[in-house]
């Protein structure tokens, strides 16, 4: 199992900036992509930005040059820097971890709990 604890949600003006932090902890034998997700009432889950383990970031070209994902060292714990905000990037937003619990090379993926972001304008 792994677990995932997601911070650093709240309200912020338009304009304005947040940072998310998603810590995962658990039986991790190695991680391949952590990322972040988002979901807007009334909208499926949509993909905001991922970073895969050699590196490489991808991000929904909603957020390209506002978000920038990144991750500590031991991959285990990703972060997302939001700046200039809009009211349309509301939503609560999933941190999701990929990877292997052992060296049998089964992949697993879980998710966190949510955290809202509101944005108002």
């Known amino acids: 199992q792994v677990q995932l604890v997601e911070s650093g949600g709240g309200l912020v003006q338009a304009g304005g900036s947040l940072r998310l932090s998603c810590a995962a902890s658990?039986?991790?034998?190695?991680?391949?992509?952590m990322g972040w997700y988002r979901q807007a009432p009334g909208k499926q889950r949509e993909v905001v930005a991922v970073?895969?383990?050699?590196?490489?970031?991808n991000y929904a070209d909603s957020v390209k040059g506002r978000f920038t994902i990144s991750r500590d060292n031991d991959k285990t714990t990703v972060y997302l820097q939001m700046n200039s905000l809009k009211p349309e990037d509301t939503a609560v937003y999933y941190c999701?971890?990929?990877?292997?619990?052992?060296?049998?090379?089964?992949?697993?993926?879980?998710w966190g709990q949510g955290t809202q972001v509101t944005v108002s304008s």
């Open positions: 970073i895969i383990s050699g590196g490489t970031t």
């Open positions: 999701k971890w990929s990877g292997y619990h052992s060296t049998r090379h089964v992949e697993y993926q879980y």
């Open positions: 658990g039986t991790i034998f190695s991680t391949n992509v």
